[in-house]
Nanobody, 126 residues
């Protein structure tokens, strides 16, 4: 079970941190990713990390602005987002796949993941 939180309305240029709390097994068993979706479009990959917490991957959209991290003790993965722009608006999802492989295959492929959260809405607007 994955539960996202932290989405809200934020002004352009602002920052926000999203959380993905994982129930059940430790995140040490799972590759975790963040995707986002806007109405009428498919889910867009943002970032992923390997089950070991290494091999962090970012799409061009996220590079330099977003940071994925985790707290194993809290079984939670985070997405720190800076310099937010209106085009970052959307529903943000975390996803997981029980895997020890590096997550490059799943950076932009939503079908690679087995589990999804319900999403959290991020709106960037003045």
């Amino acid at each position: 079970q994955l539960v996202e939180s932290g989405g809200t309305l934020v002004q352009p240029g602002g920052s926000l941190t999203l959380s993905c709390a994982a129930g059940g097994e430790s995140v040490n068993y799972y590759a975790i990713a963040w995707f986002r979706q806007v109405p009428g479009k498919g889910r867009e990959g943002i970032s992923c990390m390997r089950n070991s917490g290494t091999n962090l991957r970012y799409t061009d959209t996220a590079k330099g602005r977003f940071t994925i991290s985790r707290n194993v003790a809290e079984n939670t993965v985070y997405l720190q987002m800076n310099s937010l722009q209106p085009e970052d608006t959307g529903v943000y999802y975390c996803a997981a796949r029980r895997s020890s492989f590096e997550c490059a295959s799943g950076l932009t492929d939503s079908t690679w993941y087995e589990y999804w959260g319900q999403g959290t809405q991020v709106t960037v607007s003045s």
